[in-house]
């Protein structure tokens, strides 16, 4: 059977899930179906709103499933009888009902080269962690997290400057490449897998609105690692008069901190603020309420809110 020609059904939530089912889509693969978690409110306002898969399954015109909890309601994939399950963050364990439903069985595209870095948040991690490389696995879906045969891995490097939102563009275009490129020889066996390493393995957690939280009495580089894997969710941020001031971008200053958590500077250059060893250099930021801003921009609209001396 050719790869376009199997019925698969898709689960997927987020938008990095969205951006390879639209790219499937629109390389015309036999999506017959989007499984993905319930709409939630979002927003000051709480406006529900549909998933970022279920946005491009509709666009589609690709039906939609939205079990609240797939463990117990899983009866309407028997009457859709796909070939194949094809998942990539969808955000809840799939029960074995499920997997052994398809004929060629449940494939799963994860964010790192596992073993390292099962869990909710591999991209992130590679990047709190400054690696130098990741990429993306395509292995065999069982009940435990990320824990079947390895089929296919490909991987790339990981720039200063890629943070979590370019870094989930790469991971998402690597991920439609490997299975673009290896479907085939699965469904036709010539690619059985292999078990992962027992002894390799290493877990990431689900990431918490406080793990954004920055500590200028830690190193410069964790400082700007965690403002790169936290840029658009859940945000990095440190508290300044009583305030939550965002921050999506930074750089670091190769000069001696002085006293650590010490505003330094305040220009249209950058807040500059002192850490255990460097100097951190802050280029884009938010106050409550406001919008994200360069550093020049957010200067001239707040000249007299950092001073200079302040401990934060």
Excluded at 60 to 81: S, T
Excluded at 86 to 95: H, K, R, S, W
């Amino acid at each position: 059977m050719n790869k376009k020609e199997i019925k698969i059904l898709y689960f997927g939530t987020p938008k990095i899930s969205a951006d390879v089912l639209e790219k499937l889509l629109s390389e015309d693969f036999n999506i017959i179906g989007l499984v993905a978690q319930e709409d939630k409110p979002i927003g000051r306002k709480q406006i529900i709103t549909n998933v970022p898969t279920k946005a491009i399954a509709k666009k589609y015109g690709i039906p939609v499933f939205q079990p609240h909890r797939i463990k117990n309601d899983y009866l309407f994939i028997r009457d859709l009888n796909p070939d194949l399950i094809l998942t990539m963050a969808y955000g809840q364990i799939v029960p074995k009902e499920v997997l052994d439903t398809p004929k060629f069985g449940c494939l799963n595209l994860h964010g790192s080269l596992l073993p390292k870095y099962r869990g909710a948040s591999p991209i992130q991690t590679a990047l709190l962690n400054g690696d130098s490389e990741t990429g993306v696995t395509l292995m065999q879906m069982v009940e435990k997290m990320d824990a079947g045969r390895i089929y296919t891995q490909k991987s790339f490097k990981i720039c200063d400057s890629d943070n979590y939102d370019s870094l989930q563009i790469k991971i998402s275009q690597c991920a439609y490449e490997l299975f673009n490129d290896s479907i085939q020889e699965i469904i036709d066996g010539n690619n059985k897998g292999i078990e992962q390493n027992e002894n390799e393995i290493t877990f990431t957690k689900k990431i918490l609105s406080s793990d954004g939280e920055i500590s200028f009495s830690d190193t410069s580089k964790n400082i700007f690692n965690k403002i790169r894997a936290f840029t658009s969710n859940p945000g990095a941020y440190f508290v300044y008069k009583n305030e939550k001031i965002k921050v999506s971008e930074a750089k670091i200053i190769d000069l001696k901190a002085g006293k650590r958590r010490e505003i330094l500077d305040f220009s249209k250059d950058g807040l500059k603020i002192g850490t255990s060893n460097y100097v951190i250099c802050i280029t884009k930021l938010q106050r409550p309420g406001k919008k994200m801003l360069n550093i020049s921009d957010f200067y001239n609209g707040n000249k007299n809110f950092f001073e200079i001396g302040d401990i934060i």
